[in-house]
């Protein structure tokens, strides 16, 4: 995949967990990186849009951030309800355009 | 409230074709990029077409392209997926998402519930 993400992740609750999203070749130098939370049954939700921008009424707990070729999301206090899939994701202009999603990282509350 | 609810999916053979509908409400739909987003089960999400809101461009996924073709009808608000030469890869469930803006991008705050495609003989 062109975005790569763990396959997994966990954390008990209260905990801090870091959810990361690499990028290759060039392809996050220049494009906003989208976070979306899924689950099971369910249509994604967009958490973070822009690198580091929460929509209304995300909690403050989701926070992301973008380095060169990077990206990562943040949870802190984690919840038992944060248990889904989150996917990045971006829009690579090169090649005439098009989107492009992470593998999906399935995060588990220990 | 925006709205987006997705119709025509169903069971087709191989080879076959399906076209899918997005039908929307709530916001004015000639304003903005429209994308389709499937899921095949129990994998992740795959980035499917999208269609500019202004209406000059379209983009494929490199897995569609040449068999699928997006459209719009701005009279009735609706956002359409003709999926030819379907093939065991195109099973999944098929979403659609209004963009932010008229320009395709990948944040996409409204959604529909999806449609179930299978591809079987």
Known sequence: ?110 | EVQLLESGGGFVQPGGSLRLSCSTSGFTFSNYAMTWVRQAPGQGLEWVSSFSGDGGRTFYADSVQGRFIISRDTSKATLYLQMNSLGAGDTAVYFCAKGRSWESSMRFESWGQGTQVTVSP
């Open chain 1, 1 to 110: 995949s062109v975005l790569t993400q763990p396959p997994s992740a966990s954390g008990t609750p209260g905990q801090r967990v870091t959810i990361s999203c690499s990028g290759s070749s060039d392809i996050l130098l220049s494009s906003y990186v989208y976070w979306y939370q899924q689950f099971p049954g369910a249509a994604p939700k967009l958490l973070i849009y822009a690198n580091d921008q929460r929509p209304s009424g995300v909690p403050d707990r989701f926070s992301g951030a973008k380095s060169g070729t990077s990206a990562s999301l943040d949870i802190s206090g984690l919840r038992a309800e944060d248990e889904a899939t989150y996917y990045c994701a971006t829009w690579d202009a090169s090649w005439g355009g098009r989107g492009v999603f992470g593998g999906g990282t399935k995060l588990t509350v220990l």
